[in-house]
């Protein structure tokens, strides 16, 4: 299940060679790894010390990938992405703090860059489900909003996908 949800994620990531990217919420690294061979370069970021730890661990690999602790939105890294990935994350931020997350993303684009987002729909002890967190996105942001999607990844397991761009 978590294959087909990967798959489909760099899917909508498109073709690569896919530049300088931010993955917000990398937990333990599991998609920073597929991310990485697709990549010039891999920030991921997690707000779990341990979490990063074990990113470190699991790329050391690649010397294109970088992770760090950090808490966003209050914490951002600097430079400029050409994506940046945010999986099962935003709905842990209350709608505030989600649009300031989204401001920041829209701030760290470079031109023709893209942000996607990949939630699980159903509400996991986190502040909004999946569809609302994306909904948030959708009515704050100031990106093209090329693609949305809600798919089945494994029986009973919908997630919302949406893809931005910047001009």
Known sequence: EEKLKFDRTLEVCGE??????LELGCAVGTFTE???PRAEDVLA?????????????RTR?????????MSIPREFPDGTFDLVVASDVLYYLPVLELQ???????????????????????????????????????????????LSERTE????????????EKA
């Open 34 to 36: 597929v991310l990485a």
């Open 100 to 146: 300031r997350c989204v401001d920041r993303i829209e701030a760290s684009l470079a031109p023709g860059g893209a942000f996607v987002a990949v939630h699980y729909v159903p509400r996991m002890g986190s502040v909004l489900n999946g569809e609302e967190a994306h909904d948030v996105v959708v009515a704050h942001t100031s990106l093209e909003h090329v």
């Open 16 to 21: 690569g060679p896919l530049g300088r990217v």
């Open 61 to 69: 690999a690649f010397s294109n990938v970088r992770a760090v602790a």
């Open 45 to 57: 970021l997690d707000v779990s010390q341990a979490a990063v730890d074990q990113v470190l661990q």
């Open 153 to 164: 990844f494994g029986s009973g397991r919908p997630y919302r996908v949406d893809r931005f």
